[in-house]
T-cell receptor
Framework: DVKVTQSSRYLVKRTGEKVFLECVQD?????MFWYRQDPGLGLRLIYF???????EKGDIPEGYSVSREKKERFSLILESASTNQTSMYLC????????????FGPGTRLTVT | AQTVTQSQPEMSVQEAETVTLSCTYD???????LFWYKQPPSRQMILVIR??????QNATENRFSVNFQKAAKSFSLKISDSQLGDTAMYFC???????????????FGKGITLSVRP
């Protein structure tokens, strides 16, 4: 079974703090993704990576950065957290093949106060 | 750019009955994939069913089936014999068919909350 894990289920941070969200997958997947999920808006893609040290912006990259130093790990960084970044953050991974099915982590509910 | 529309925010169904969740999409692509994902309350998002656009036959997975109408750009999910464990948020999603290793991004709809009543 594919397993995608995220470092925290719940996180509370203060405005202006630097925040790291970690995601690890154990299936040697090439692609990894970060989404945020907000009520009424569905899932929106923040960043994705198709190889180590490679990244591409998604639909809402502003205020975020990412890091992928190893194939299995993809980090989302909030350089200076703001209250409008309070959200559920979902990580996903997929094979770089025609299967293209994405496997999701359990999510991190981040609250910025 | 692709868009995915789920116009019903909520639905409710009696246990053991059948329910259909609607999804429409807009794209100029000819080859693509469509997905339905399920997110149970406080649990992980999982894939329910997948459809390749070049296949005319509708995909089926046990109690779950789709009605894929390419010309109408419609992709509905039918759940037969609904069970309490089907209570969840359901997302319709679209992906272009790219070459292996290309950027396989999903575009999601806003989701629909399905409640199964005992």
């Amino acid at each position: 079974d594919v397993k995608v894990t995220q470092s925290s289920r719940y996180l509370v941070k203060r405005t202006g703090e630097k925040v790291f969200l970690e995601c690890v997958q154990d299936m040697d997947h090439e692609n990894m993704f970060w989404y945020r999920q907000d009520p009424g808006l569905g899932l929106r893609l923040i960043y994705f990576s198709y190889d180590v040290k490679m990244k591409e912006k998604g639909d809402i990259p502003e205020g975020y950065s990412v890091s992928r130093e190893k194939k299995e790990r993809f980090s989302l960084i909030l350089e200076s957290a703001s209250t409008n970044q309070t959200s559920m953050y979902l990580c996903a991974s997929s094979l770089g093949s025609s299967r293209h099915e994405q496997y999701f982590g359990p999510g991190t509910r981040l609250t910025v106060t | 750019a692709q868009t995915v529309t789920q116009s019903q925010p909520e639905m409710s169904v009696q246990e053991a009955e059948t329910v259909t969740l609607s999804c429409t999409y807009d794209t100029s692509e000819n080859n693509y994939y469509l997905f339905w994902y399920k997110q149970p309350p406080s649990r992980q998002m999982i894939l329910v069913i997948r459809q390749e656009a070049y296949k005319q036959q509708n995909a089926t997975e046990n109690r779950f089936s789709v009605n894929f109408q390419k010309a109408a750009k419609s992709f509905s999910l039918k759940i037969s014999d609904s069970q309490l464990g089907d209570t969840a948020m359901y997302f319709c999603a679209f992906m272009k068919h790219d070459l292996p290793g290309a950027n396989s991004k999903l575009t999601f709809g806003k989701g629909i909350t399905l409640s199964v009543r005992p």
